[in-house]
Structures are given as structure tokens and as C-alpha cells.
């Protein structure tokens, strides 16, 4: 299983303006779309449009203002771990070594520590990050913590794993490298996922549908599939057309 199901859902917020007024700041309101089983889905906006909030309901961090979401049929009452987050922050637990952080969703499900170093240990292989076992994050570059958090995400086998701009705090050449590495890690896995970028190349790269957002209050302006063979390549002629496409689609809605 592995189908996120986003049905008519809002969030609003009310901002307090002077003494005794506020003000009803709507962020977006019946937004529905669906992730399929398997499906690589990336969404990109305008600064401001809601996509991180969008992510922070769908795991189930941040209460909606009205609609649903639903994890394979379920619906979404709060964190859960049918959901593994992986947030720009590496948010890592400094005082766990590489393999601790990842077996630390295992243990809060209550595996028994020998499966779960097992089960911690294929997913550092999966990561690329071997002879790294007993490393604390600070001896990390920052495309490895990501890794490790990747690796932590995965471990407790989601359903849908949510990612909210995981390369945005690395530099232009790491990032590539962690797009070609999840793009890897993607198809060994399967797993169903929601990446939220405002990197248009880097959506056009990794996924198999696009969803664009519109500026607040925020629909689902365009929904693109991306029919590329992979792994891809940045300088195929078509590729450059999506890339096209999508720039025209955010510049239409930042002017």
C-alpha cells in the first residue's frame, strides 16, 4: 500500500491586526489531488503559497482548517508513523551516532534491538553511507546527514514518505549529487512520495508528476507529468521543455 489522498482540504489562520482586529489570512482552501502507489510527485510554487503547509497536514503536524487526508483509506488525525518526514533541517539527534538515529523509529515501534540494528544497518547500505555507522552528526558533511535522515525515514517502512525541500540547505553541487542519489534510492524502493521544491529542475529531475500552486489562496494551478525514461538528463532537449513549461507556469502566477 502506499496512496496519499488529499480531499478538498484548507488551512487558514487568523493574524491579529491592532488592538482588538483580526484578520482571516487564507492559505489555500479546496485543494484535492491524489498520490499514487509508487508515484514520485513533487510540488512547486510561488515563496509564500502554502507548499510546506500543505506537507505539515498531510504528516499530520499542523491541524487543517477544513477537508481531509487520508494514508492509504485512513484518515489523518495527527503524526504517524504510515509517514516518514524529511524536512530541509537535517533534524537529527546529535547525540545518536549514524545507526542510532536511524534505528530510533524502529524503537519507537518496538522492534527488538537485534532486528532493528539489521534493518538500521541495510538502510545505511541503501545510503550510501557504509564505514559512517558510528559517526555523530557533526563529523557529517550535510549531504550525508540528509542521507542519514532519508535512511531514518525509510527505516520504519511508510507508507508515504513526505519530503519538504531536503536539499535546499546544501550547496548547488551536493544537491545534484543527492538528487541523482534519491532519484537511486527512489527506484530500488518504490516508495510512494511527496516532495515539496521551489527548484524546478530539481522536480523535472525526480518526479512523475508535477503539481504547481498557484498564489494564495492557493489551488493546483497546472498538474504536469514528466514522461522522461530514467535517470535523466539535465540537457536533453525535452527535459529542457518541461523545464520551459513550468518556468512559464510560475512566472504566469508571480506576475
Same mark, same amino acid.
Given at each position: 500500500?502506499? *496512496?496519499?489522498?488529499?480531499?478538498?482540504?484548507?488551512?487558514?489562520?487568523?493574524?491579529?491586526?491592532?488592538?482588538?482586529?483580526?484578520?482571516?489570512?487564507?492559505?489555500?482552501?479546496?485543494?484535492?489531488?491524489?498520490?499514487?502507489?509508487?508515484?514520485?510527485?513533487?510540488?512547486?510554487?510561488?515563496?509564500?503559497?502554502?507548499?510546506?503547509?500543505?506537507?505539515?497536514?498531510?504528516?499530520?503536524?499542523?491541524?487543517?482548517?477544513?477537508?481531509?487526508?487520508?494514508? %492509504?483509506?485512513?484518515?489523518?488525525?495527527? /503524526?504517524?508513523? !504510515?509517514?516518514?518526514?524529511?524536512?530541509? *533541517?537535517?533534524?537529527?539527534? /546529535?547525540?545518536?551516532?549514524? $545507526?542510532?538515529?536511524?534505528?530510533?523509529?524502529?524503537?519507537?515501534?518496538?522492534? /527488538?534491538?537485534? *532486528?532493528?540494528?539489521?534493518?538500521? +544497518?541495510? =538502510?545505511?547500505?541503501?545510503?550510501?553511507?557504509?564505514?559512517?555507522?558510528?559517526?555523530? /552528526?557533526?563529523?557529517?558533511?550535510?549531504?550525508?546527514?540528509?542521507?542519514?535522515?532519508?535512511?531514518?525515514?525509510?527505516?520504519?517502512?511508510?507508507?508515504?514518505?513526505?519530503? %519538504?525541500?531536503?536539499?535546499?540547505?546544501? !550547496?548547488? +553541487?551536493?544537491?545534484?549529487?543527492?538528487?541523482?542519489?534519491?532519484?537511486?534510492?527512489?527506484?530500488?524502493?518504490?516508495?510512494?512520495?511527496?516532495?515539496?521544491?521551489?527548484?524546478?529542475?530539481?522536480?523535472? =529531475?525526480?518526479? !512523475?508528476?508535477?503539481?504547481?500552486?498557484?498564489?494564495?489562496?492557493?489551488?493546483?494551478?497546472?498538474?504536469?507529468? $514528466? %514522461?522522461?525514461?530514467?535517470?535523466?538528463?539535465?540537457?536533453?532537449?525535452?527535459? +529542457?521543455? =518541461?523545464?520551459?513549461?513550468?518556468?512559464?507556469?510560475?512566472?504566469?502566477?508571480?506576475?
Amino acid at each position: 500500500m502506499g *496512496e496519499l489522498r488529499i480531499e478538498n482540504l484548507g488551512k487558514s489562520y487568523q493574524r491579529r491586526e491592532g488592538w482588538n482586529t483580526t484578520r482571516t489570512l487564507r492559505v489555500f482552501n479546496n485543494v484535492s489531488f491524489s498520490v499514487r502507489e509508487g508515484e514520485f510527485v513533487c510540488i512547486i510554487g510561488p515563496s509564500g503559497c502554502g507548499k510546506s503547509t500543505l506537507l505539515n497536514l498531510s504528516a499530520g503536524l499542523d491541524p487543517a482548517s477544513g477537508g481531509e487526508v487520508f494514508v %492509504d483509506g485512513r484518515k489523518v488525525h495527527g /503524526p504517524g508513523l !504510515d509517514r516518514g518526514v524529511v524536512f530541509q *533541517e537535517f533534524a537529527l539527534f /546529535p547525540w545518536l551516532t549514524v $545507526i542510532g538515529n536511524i534505528e530510533f523509529g524502529l524503537r519507537s515501534k518496538g522492534v /527488538p534491538a537485534a *532486528e532493528r540494528r539489521a534493518i538500521a +544497518q541495510r =538502510y545505511v547500505n541503501l545510503v550510501g553511507l557504509n564505514g559512517f555507522e558510528h559517526f555523530h /552528526p557533526y563529523r557529517l558533511s550535510g549531504g550525508m546527514r540528509q542521507r542519514v535522515g532519508i535512511a531514518r525515514a525509510l527505516a520504519i517502512e511508510p507508507s508515504v514518505l513526505l519530503m %519538504d525541500e531536503p536539499f535546499g540547505a546544501l !550547496d548547488a +553541487q551536493t544537491r545534484e549529487s543527492m538528487q541523482k542519489a534519491l532519484g537511486e534510492i527512489w527506484q530500488q524502493t518504490k516508495k510512494t512520495v511527496l516532495f515539496i521544491t521551489h527548484d524546478i529542475r530539481e522536480a523535472v =529531475y525526480l518526479s !512523475d508528476r508535477v503539481l504547481v500552486m498557484s498564489g494564495r489562496p492557493a489551488t493546483i494551478s497546472l498538474e504536469l507529468t $514528466i %514522461d522522461l525514461p530514467r535517470p535523466r538528463n539535465r540537457h536533453d532537449d525535452k527535459f +529542457q521543455e =518541461y523545464e520551459l513549461r513550468l518556468e512559464r507556469a510560475i512566472g504566469t502566477l508571480a506576475g
